[in-house]
């Protein structure tokens, strides 16, 4: 039989861990390439062989999403499978038109072949678009099953933006692994909560393989957490699915690929953020759980702030700078800084726009609508000095600091700052505590 030529579409994460669980060593397939997109500097690298297989001794090509047509002539393509997350179904489907049209199939995979089995009780927290509040909710969970006397270990959805073979299992527990896997702002922002918290936490590039370690971890596990990224679904079968909705996009639950694919998989849904949306946003959203997952446990969450040094925000102008992905490809105009430097009197937004330099000039460019604000990109060494640069040439009194991490480890600011941190706080009934003291009598019994 001739093995179908194929292309992954991805964005280095969901593509790497549908090829590792269907199609390496599968001999019906010959996975030509992998394209790249909505991350900067990641095409132009190769899958390693060491991940591949034994069809691969050369590795797999990683090459930009961009020359999807011509790849797919020039390599015989029969078929490309759509392969990352957190994008409008409108743009899926413009894709998908162009693989038709070059002569390819176009394909989605699911739950039953990707799906790992884990030998302990797992939680997965995914969302139905980037920035709804996952880590939070993740940690928030933590804490609820610490409570129950359970000890959790996190496995963090994909950030493979560097040297693939050393990153097919991290392990971090403690500030320093940050440095010792030589983490991008991005990574460092979903990891370092987890350390500050006491948590230990899995990532990389095979999952197998990650999740085996995760499973027998020294300090201990009786159940796996799943912390997504983007608004992807679970690499790991779930025996519970947390979701978490954001009333801020109200109608993105049901218009964004595959956030919809999680909130329909869900037990349990969070409507985050309630104390800083509109009332119109919030029925939409509840409306749009009920229509697509009726049966699903509703909880109500705000986001409450903390905020350092306030006194430096009242009546001063002031440059907001937030989480990357959140306000790039998660279209979110606003976020926990805006927020907390309108509820602290913030004089004037200072737009930097006009000042960006290298890199995060071309983020403005690539994502006009993101308004006066700095995303804090850091996939690279040039994105972080580019990062610096914007911020010295920015003319402010303030840098008001939303990012996860504490940006000041990464990037010197010769300004008052102001630092603002979010948790997850239910609203009455039902909450985590008597969700998870449910879910905790299953898994004992």
């Known amino acids: ?171 971090f527990a403690e500030i320093g692994d940050l440095k010792k896997h030589k983490c991008t702002i991005e ?25 085996r370690e995760a499973e027998k971890d020294p300090k201990g596990c009786d159940v796996i957490l799943w912390d997504g990224g983007n608004n992807d679904f679970s690499f790991v079968q779930p025996d519970l699915m947390v979701t978490v909705v954001d009333p801020h996009r109200p109608g993105h639950e049901i218009e964004y690929y595959p956030g919809e694919v999680t909130l329909r998989l869900a037990d349990v849904v969070v409507i985050n953020k309630m104390d800083s949306a509109d009332f119109a946003g919030v029925q939409q959203v509840r409306q749009n759980i009920n229509k697509v997952n009726p049966k699903a446990i509703v909880i109500d969450a705000a986001s409450p702030l903390s905020v350092t040094n306030p006194e430096n925000i009242k009546g001063k ?58 995303p804090a990109m850091g996939y690279g060494e040039q994105q972080i000095k580019d990062l610096q640069a914007t911020i010295d040439k920015t003319p402010c009194d303030t840098v008001v600091i939303a990012t996860p991490i504490d940006l000041q480890r990464i990037v010197k600011i010769n300004k008052p700052v102001s630092r603002v941190e979010y948790s997850l706080q239910e609203i009455g009934y039902p909450n985590f505590d008597t969700v998870l003291a449910d879910f905790v009598k299953k898994i004992k019994k």
């Not at 397939?29 to 909505?38: E, K, S, W």
């Not at 998660?330 to 330099?357: L, S, W």
């Open 317 to 374: 102008r002031v440059l907001v700078i937030e989480d990357g992905p959140t306000m790039t490809h998660g279209n979110m105009t606003i976020g926990a800084g805006v927020v907390a430097a309108h509820r602290f009197g913030a004089g004037e937004f200072v737009d930097p726009r006009q000042y960006a330099v290298g890199k995060l000039k071309e983020t403005f460019e690539t994502y006009p609508d993101i308004g006066a604000l700095l």
């Open 187 to 211: 990574e460092m922002e979903e990891y370092e909560p987890h350390i500050v918290a006491g948590n230990v936490i899995y990532s990389g590039v095979d999952y197998e393989a990650i999740l």
């Open 1 to 171: 039989m001739k093995k179908r030529n194929v292309i992954i579409i991805g964005a280095a994460g969901r593509d790497f861990h549908n090829f590792n669980t269907f199609f390496r060593d599968n001999e019906q397939y010959n996975v030509v390439a992998f394209t790249a997109a909505q991350i900067p500097d990641i095409a132009g690298r190769k899958y390693p062989a060491s991940l591949a297989g034994k069809f691969y001794p050369k590795g797999i090509p990683i090459l930009e999403q961009s020359e999807l047509v011509k790849l797919i002539k020039d390599f015989d393509v029969d078929e490309c499978v759509f392969s990352y997350s957190d994008i409008s179904y409108n743009e899926v489907m413009s894709i998908g038109a162009i693989v038709n049209a070059a002569g390819a199939d176009f394909n989605f995979m699911g739950h039953k072949y990707t799906a790992l089995k884990s030998t302990k009780p797992v939680i997965a927290i995914g969302a139905v678009r980037t920035g709804c509040g996952k880590s939070q909710t993740t940690r928030r969970v933590i804490d609820a099953l610490a409570k129950q006397g359970l000890k959790a270990v996190a496995i963090r959805h994909p950030m493979p933006y560097g040297d693939l073979e050393a990153q097919k299992v991290q392990r």
